[in-house]
């Protein structure tokens, strides 16, 4: 099915370690986003790339780093995770008929 | 910048029983509103927008919301609640190079 694929779907790290957050998009969109979502907090927009070769700072953008490998994927690092990195992560894209988000990857901290 | 108010964490109302769930934006310029929703453990699932055109904007579900311009609101309803509408909904506007700016969210339950 076209969609929005994020790797893993759960992960839990040890503080300082790092890892790569993973996504891709079969839709053909030019613009693709990385939010974090927190309790009471909504989704905050942490980078995204309005297209292949850009990307740009959203909201909380400390503390990570992205990649627009190409059109199709763009990844979100953590180079030395912190237990306020604690969060449920979306990937979502954009088109001409709207967005669609993946389902999401849980990343604990401890 | 653009920004979202959902100024009720829950909304609380009996099935069969019509909903509301508030929402209030700012945005310079015309507004690109978007209402979804989220089930426990889920992804975002898109329920309705409003570009351009008529003020009430039909969507998935059975869902609505009214576009207010001068109250700057756009308010998600439906006639007639379910139990399985049980979930949390997020407002949103659309802003620069089409990033989506969400507000906090609101717990919808319907009581059986």
């Known amino acids: 099915n076209a969609g929005v694929t994020q790797t893993p779907k759960f992960q839990v790290l040890k503080t300082g370690q790092s890892m790569t957050l993973q996504c891709a998009q079969d839709m053909n969109h030019n613009s693709m986003y990385w939010y974090r979502q927190d309790p009471g907090m909504g989704l905050r927009l942490i980078y995204y790339?309005?297209?292949?070769?850009?990307?740009d700072k959203g909201e909380v953008p400390n503390g990570y780093n992205v990649s627009r490998l190409n059109k199709r994927e763009f990844s979100l690092r953590l180079e030395s995770a912190a237990p306020s990195q604690t969060s449920v992560y979306f990937c979502?894209?954009?088109?001409?008929?709207?967005?669609?988000f993946g389902s999401g990857t849980r990343l604990t901290v401890v | 910048a653009q920004s979202v108010a959902q100024p009720e964490d829950q909304v609380n109302v009996a099935e069969g029983n019509p909903l509301t769930v508030k929402c209030t934006y700012s945005v310079s310029g015309n507004p690109y509103l978007f209402w979804y929703v989220q089930y426990p453990n889920r992804g975002l699932q898109f329920l309705l927008k409003?570009?351009?055109?008529?003020?009430l904007v039909k969507g998935s579900y059975g869902f609505e919301a009214e576009f207010n311009k001068s109250q700057t609101s756009f308010h998600l309803k439906k006639p007639s609640a379910l139990v399985s509408d049980s979930a949390l909904y997020f407002c949103a506007v659309r802003g620069l190079y089409s990033t989506l700016t969400f507000g906090k969210g609101t717990m919808l339950l319907v009581s059986p």
């Open positions: 979502a894209s954009s088109g001409a008929y709207g967005y669609t």
């Open positions: 409003y570009i351009t055109g008529d003020n």
């Open positions: 790339s309005a297209s292949e070769g850009t990307t």
